[in-house]
């Protein structure tokens, strides 16, 4: 029930120019619902705002459990703010009626990649955003999330499970954001 706000430089290789100083605002674990209240993740939601980010990625487990909470869940969520937009994917916690869910959050403008991606740019250049599904509870296919990658463009995957890392790595991934064990990845 604590937050912890830290910077963190990342290198990645083969980054496009464009993308230099590219800030990403990164949530995982919110358990809006039973665990925490819609009102401390609003407050949440105004400090990442605060810090201006280029992207705000959001790591699963936006529920506690159950789909009571989804219409709690796109507000707070719908409140991020970023030049290049809200993205996540899903948690374990998530997968409760999660296809209603991710249709609420895509009509408020967040979007949840689920096994897909999209590309970032900025000058010409990309960057691909891609997202899987839950290593307990969906089905990931990584292939997918990186199948329209344009070739060269480094790739930025959401992953709630860091159990994902080893995969990740071994594809060629050049920066996996996830959550789930509550410790920052």
Not at 62 to 81: I, N, P, W
Not at 88 to 108: F, M, Q, T, V, W
Request: proline share 4%.
């Amino acid at each position: 029930r604590w937050v912890r706000k830290r910077k963190v430089v990342v290198d990645v290789p083969e980054l496009p120019a464009a993308f230099a100083g590219y800030r990403i605002v990164h949530l995982s674990d919110l358990h809006i619902g039973s665990i925490d209240r819609k009102e401390e993740a609003l407050a949440w939601v105004r400090a990442a705002n605060a810090l201006a980010p280029d992207l705000v990625v959001v790591t699963g487990d936006v529920l506690t459990t159950g789909a009571a909470y989804h219409d709690e869940v796109v507000e707070v969520l719908a409140a991020l703010r970023a030049k290049d937009g809200v993205y996540g994917c899903l948690g374990n916690h998530d997968y409760y009626e999660e296809d209603s869910l991710c249709a609420k959050l895509a009509a408020r403008s967040v979007r949840m990649l689920r096994n897909e991606g999209v590309a970032l740019e900025r000058e010409g250049e990309v960057l691909w955003l891609a997202g899987i599904e839950d290593v307990w509870r969906g089905h990931v296919d990584l292939q997918a999330a990186v199948a329209r990658r344009p070739k060269g463009a480094p790739v930025v995957l959401l992953a709630h499970n860091p159990d994902f890392f080893p995969h990740a790595a071994k594809a060629g991934i050049a920066l996996t954001l996830s959550g789930h064990t509550h410790a920052g990845q």
